[in-house]
């Protein structure tokens, strides 16, 4: 039931005013999509009203829980330093059938607040 997909992805780090720009070939098993983005294995996991977006490298594991209006806990593993309180707020997520249009906050040891919009369509 995998199937290979095209995606775009475009990651903007509001707080700095970045964008993170790519096409990459994924992996869609059911309600996963798995990719590899430079050295970021990335992981979107689709439920009804929830998204989890997990990223990892060789630096770190990050745990995003997203749901729609709703702050949540996720995990931020850092090699090295161990792992630091995460707490997600979710303003938007809409999910399409070949697209995803999520905005949220991240906020790590309730202090250090990044604003983020990532947006992703099948090509």
């Given at each position: 039931?995998?199937?290979?997909?095209?995606?775009?992805?475009?990651?903007?780090?509001?707080?700095?005013?970045?964008?993170?720009?790519?096409?990459?070939n994924?992996?869609?098993?059911?309600?996963?999509?798995?990719?590899?983005?430079?050295?970021?294995?990335?992981?979107?996991?689709?439920?009804?009203?929830?998204?989890?977006?997990?990223?990892?490298?060789?630096?770190?594991?990050?745990?995003?829980?997203?749901?729609?209006?709703?702050?949540?806990?996720?995990?931020?593993?850092?090699?090295?330093?161990?792992?630091?309180?995460?707490?997600?707020?979710?303003?938007?997520?809409?999910?399409?059938?070949?697209?995803?249009?999520?905005?949220?906050?991240?906020?790590?040891?309730?202090?250090?607040?990044?604003e983020?919009?990532?947006?992703?369509?099948?090509?």
């Amino acid at each position: 039931n995998m199937a290979k997909i095209c995606l775009r992805t475009v990651l903007h780090n509001k707080t700095e005013e970045k964008f993170f720009n790519s096409e990459v070939n994924a992996i869609l098993d059911k309600n996963r999509i798995k990719y590899i983005d430079k050295d970021v294995t990335v992981i979107l996991e689709l439920e009804e009203n929830t998204l989890n977006i997990i990223r990892r490298s060789n630096e770190y594991d990050i745990l995003l829980p997203l749901k729609k209006g709703k702050k949540t806990i996720g995990n931020y593993h850092i090699n090295g330093l161990g792992t630091l309180d995460l707490e997600v707020e979710t303003t938007k997520l809409e999910i399409g059938d070949t697209t995803l249009d999520v905005h949220y906050k991240m906020i790590v040891d309730k202090e250090s607040v990044s604003e983020f919009e990532f947006l992703l369509e099948y090509i």
